[in-house]
């Protein structure tokens, strides 16, 4: 059968001839063997492409999955620093509060855990790619940021009390600012605008429109008001426990010498009594004589 000899005749319509083909049986067998492998490589590479279509996209969802999880771990990674932004300012007012109160010394700003403080939370955390990384750190800091707000909360009630067993002293302590403006000097050496030497300077100096209204940053008594040379027109008060404020270069004081006050009250109005180079507050907190920072007060 596969040797023998086949004719294929092929007719033409209205030309009144033919051809004839001779084929050998086994070229028949191997033309239909062809065949039937050119539709079984079909079959196959339509299902393998059927496979590769749904493993794309089943790569495509899941890729977008990550995507949209490492967004998400990125928005929750930057909620937790700002808590940490938070827990770190409560702690700094707790340190200032305390300072104030003479209640303990400034804290270095450690961790309850120990050691130093930790750095930035988005450097350490928020360049990682690894999905299950990112979350475990996450889950290790606000573990760490639990235990240091219960420690911080502790520590705030401890100074909420002390604080309501000195209601007289913190009432007398300057712990807002006496006037709006602008820090022009600051607490400390500094070159003076009148020499052009290093010289100590003893307050803040608060750049402000002349007759902008100056407020008692805590309750006391009016000890001083006049000329007072370079201060030009001033106010010294005495808020008790050590504590005296000074304000020069006034415009004018809405308060007398022996004059009670309380936190809030106006005594006065801005102006450049004095050796000023413009209208501005000379702000001075003095603890038993000494000039202090008026930062280490001011609270708002």
């Not at 770190?88 to 200032?96: E, G, L, W």
């Not at 760490?144 to 520590?155: G, K, P, S």
């Amino acid at each position: 059968m596969l040797f023998r000899k086949y004719h294929i005749v092929v007719f033409k319509d209205n030309e009144g001839c033919s051809r004839k083909l001779r084929l050998r049986g086994w070229l028949l067998f191997v033309l239909a063997g062809l065949t039937a492998g050119l539709i079984a490589g079909n079959v196959y590479f339509w299902r393998t492409y059927s496979g590769y279509s749904s493993a794309q996209t089943a790569l495509d969802e899941a890729q977008k999955t990550v995507q949209e999880q490492r967004t998400q771990l990125l928005s929750l990674a930057s909620k937790i620093k700002n808590l940490e932004k938070d827990l770190m300012r409560i702690r700094d007012f707790d340190s200032k509060l305390r300072v104030m109160i003479n209640l303990d010394q400034e804290r270095d700003g450690g961790t309850s855990l120990g050691g130093s403080t930790p750095s930035d939370f988005s450097e350490n955390y928020l360049p990682m790619h690894r999905q299950e990384l990112l979350a475990r750190k996450m889950h290790n800091f606000l573990h760490q940021l639990n235990t240091d707000t219960q420690m911080e909360e502790v520590r705030q009630q401890q100074l909420m009390h002390v604080i309501r067993d000195n209601r007289e002293l913190w009432a007398a302590t300057p712990s807002i600012w006496p006037t709006q403006g602008w820090i022009s000097s600051d607490f400390g050496y500094r070159t003076s605008p009148f020499t052009g030497k290093r010289e100590f300077h003893k307050g803040l100096d608060i750049s402000a429109p002349q007759g902008t209204p100056i407020y008692a940053p805590a309750k006391g008594a009016v000890t001083f008001s006049g000329r007072d040379g370079s201060y030009g027109l001033a106010l010294t008060v005495n808020h008790g426990s050590g504590i005296a404020t000074r304000y020069a270069h006034l415009h004018s004081a809405a308060v007398k010498s022996g004059q009670k006050i309380t936190r809030g009250q106006l005594i006065g109005y801005v102006g450049s009594t004095g050796r000023s180079t413009g209208p501005h507050l000379h702000y001075e907190v003095r603890l038993n004589g000494v000039p202090v920072n008026p930062m280490r007060y001011i609270l708002n």
